[in-house]
């Protein structure tokens, strides 16, 4: 996918590029260990750790060629609440994570379905895969409403910041499967913008 990432609108949400102006809403929700437990990764210690993160993962991820990254924010103040990223190879990995006072409401159900029209109806992927944790209960429901299908668990496929190692339970869409059956894959409406084509 293309790392010059357009905007996606939801009914609710924004799907746009991070911008310098995030680092504080990127901090609030890294610094989290809730949000954290199931993430691979320390949670910051400060928000200077946040600006680098925000440099080295997300400003300069965009001048690379392949995968895409948004940050995802509320429409009403365009604020980020979380991230959802797409990384390019065969089956097209998607990740994801929502600030704490953001669970429940649909929210990432939301953005998330609009990748996957994006990613099937404009860039003309073959595959998405997707996973979690075991144990993750809020991802899995995610996952679910968005129509992937079951692929297997990964024995002890993750290992946590602080060493401790989980299952990782698989998922996939086909191609085949999304455009059999399009409206199973939809509990929002989305917005595409004309520009996020296949390149070449």
Same mark, same amino acid.
């Given at each position: ?24 809403? =990127? ?56 991230? =959802? ?26 953005? =998330?379905?609009?990748? /996957?029209?994006?990613? #099937?109806?404009?860039?003309? /992927? ?6 979690? #944790? ?13 129509? #992937? ?35 199973? #894959?939809?509990?929002?409406? /989305? ?10």
């Amino acid at each position: 996918m293309s790392a010059n990432t357009p905007r996606l609108e939801t009914e609710r949400l924004v799907l746009r590029r991070f911008t310098p102006a995030d680092v504080e809403p =990127l901090f609030s929700l890294m610094r989290d260990r809730e949000v954290n437990t199931f993430l691979p990764w320390f949670p910051l210690e400060t928000e200077a750790d946040a600006a680098r993160y925000l440099e080295e993962h997300y400003l300069d991820y965009y001048r690379r060629p392949s995968g895409c990254r948004y940050a995802v924010c509320l429409r009403e103040n365009d604020s980020p609440i979380g991230y =959802l990223h797409v990384d390019d190879g065969e089956s097209h990995d998607l990740g994801y994570a929502l600030a704490r006072p953001s669970w429940g409401r649909g929210y990432m159900t939301e953005a =998330l379905a609009a990748m /996957v029209r994006c990613a #099937f109806e404009r860039k003309h /992927v073959d595959v998405l895969a997707i996973g979690h #944790f075991q144990g993750n209960h809020r991802s899995r429901r995610v996952i679910e409403k968005c129509g #992937f299908q079951y692929e297997g668990t990964i024995r002890q496929g993750f290992r946590r910041y602080d060493g401790q190692v989980f299952d990782d339970v698989c998922y996939s869409i086909l191609k085949e499967e999304y455009f059999a059956h399009p409206q199973r #894959f939809q509990p929002q409406a /989305v917005k595409i913008p004309k520009e996020f084509e296949k390149e070449g």
